[in-house]
């Protein structure tokens, strides 16, 4: 009989422990699924972050435009990294040497920066905002670089061209972000 309550003490363990590793395998699912689920909307939420990153830019640019006379084009420069290295004292008696030590330290941050360039021209509307230099798809995906400095893909956004309505449409899975190029309106939206 002694036996026999051994017997039956060892199998509820071992019934006990059955359902202690089910419960956690339900439970390591639930999270497992639910992380799965987050993980596949990190493309929208970057939509979302450029969204905020394409207002600032657009605000800046439109004073820039206000502040230089409103003109057609302007020269974006993102690049301008540390601004007083060409603005050093020179002396009148070594004067090229100083020169060719400030052009190699430019050189080297150059070097070391992702510039997207000294010739980012970009046309802009009669309102100051920023418009497409060819109306067409080509046509956002280069204002986007330009105004960005990323590429629509590398962050898996697709690009549509609406001629119509002279918008730029940014868009991924579930969200939207549509440029009206003459009013500079941005308009976002996320789908359920």
């Given at each position: 009989m002694l036996s026999q309550q051994k017997a039956d003490?060892?199998?509820?363990?071992?019934?006990?422990?059955?359902?202690?590793?089910?419960?956690?395998?339900?439970?390591?699912?639930?999270?497992?699924i639910r992380y799965l689920n987050n993980t596949q909307s990190l493309g929208e939420r970057g939509l979302e972050f450029?969204?905020?990153?394409?207002?600032?830019?657009?605000?800046?640019?439109?004073?820039?435009?206000?502040a230089s006379g409103r003109p057609d084009r302007m020269l974006l420069s993102w690049h301008n990294v540390v601004s007083d290295v060409s603005s050093n004292k020179v002396d009148s008696g070594n004067n090229d040497a100083v020169l060719k030590d400030t052009q190699l330290k430019m050189d080297t941050i150059y070097d070391d920066v992702d510039i997207v360039g000294t010739d980012n021209?970009?046309?802009?509307?009669?309102?100051?905002?920023?418009?497409?230099?060819?109306?067409?798809?080509?046509?956002?995906?280069?204002?986007?670089?330009?105004?960005?400095?990323?590429?629509?893909?590398e962050l898996n956004i697709t690009v549509d061209y609406q001629s119509?309505?002279?918008?730029?449409?940014?868009?991924?899975?579930?969200a939207s972000l549509r440029y009206q190029l003459q009013t500079g309106r941005v308009i976002f939206l996320m789908g359920d």
């Open positions: 003490d060892d199998l509820l363990k071992i019934y006990g422990r059955v359902i202690a590793m089910v419960v956690l395998l339900v439970l390591l699912t639930i999270f497992g450029e969204h905020n990153r394409l207002l600032n830019v657009l605000a800046m640019v439109h004073s820039q435009w206000l021209w970009i046309s802009m509307s009669a309102e100051g905002w920023p418009i497409i230099n060819t109306h067409d798809t080509q046509g956002c995906v280069h204002l986007w670089g330009q105004l960005l400095a990323s590429d629509v893909h119509e309505q002279n918008i730029c449409r940014y868009f991924s899975n579930k």
